[in-house]
């Protein structure tokens, strides 16, 4: 074996719900494809953590930091990588991406390898996009909604403060990661990494919470789903 082939490497992504005890019998079929297509899994990463809960906690910040071009991806199906259908394609098109490939072993027709792989790929980036276009329908018919009632959607007094100032030209971005049901302390590890003095997390959330354009937004991504706020 090569040196190319001796940095390539299979990990195993196993989660399961609190409530579940399906752990082992994830990992014994994951096992069990790899014997039978006679691969070696290297590692296993195991998270016992509801899918409501962040990327951080599930693991996914450490599987995407562990997989790098050629590594391959073993895990049970396609509802073990994501909290919703939007995350999961979003976490599928990253890891292709970057030249991973991803084998879903009770569904091997949604698998990003063979000959369909590129077709595939086109057709988890279109629901991606149509995904993202239906949020941002639905987070404006929300907003309306909530005009309509006859809440004030400004900003409070007091609010402006230079904290506020430095995040002003990110609002755009942190909306878009709002409507697409990214944790509060995920989107600031993303806007800290653009800013010369990173911010304290209570001031990001006190920015949103404050702001007439992002409290809004973030009350109606919570309506529709639980927002992981921590």
């Not at 790899?34 to 953590?49: G, K, P």
């Not at 995407?64 to 509802?79: C, H, I, Q, Y």
């Not at 049901?181 to 990494?193: D, E, F, Q, R």
């Amino acid at each position: 074996m090569n040196k190319t082939n001796q940095k390539v490497k299979i990990i195993g992504y196993i989660r399961v719900s609190t409530d579940q005890q399906d752990l082992e019998k994830q990992k014994h079929l994951l096992l069990q494809y790899s014997q039978n297509n006679q691969m070696l899994i290297r590692e296993f990463i195991e998270s016992e953590a509801s899918s409501r809960k962040d990327q951080k906690i599930r693991k996914i910040e450490e599987l995407l930091e562990k997989l790098n071009s050629g590594d391959t991806l073993l895990v049970a199906e396609l509802s073990r990588l994501g909290r919703n259908m939007l995350e999961t394609l979003n976490i599928i098109n990253t890891l292709s991406e970057r030249g991973i490939k991803i084998i879903f072993v009770r569904q091997p027709e949604l698998s990003t390898i063979g000959p369909h792989t590129k077709l595939l790929l086109a057709i988890y980036s279109y629901f991606a996009e149509s995904e993202r276009e239906y949020i941002s329908i639905r987070t404006k018919q929300g907003l309306a909604a909530v005009k309509a009632t006859g809440q004030l959607l400004g900003r409070p007094k007091g609010s402006k403060n230079k904290k506020s100032r430095i995040l002003d030209p990110f609002k755009e971005q942190i909306k878009h990661y709002l409507e697409i049901k990214l944790s509060i302390n995920a989107i600031m590890k993303i806007i800290n990494n653009q800013l010369k003095e990173p911010i304290t997390y209570n001031s990001f959330k006190y920015f949103i919470n404050n702001d007439d354009k992002l409290r809004p937004t973030l009350q109606l991504v919570r309506s529709q789903c639980t927002l992981d706020v921590g």
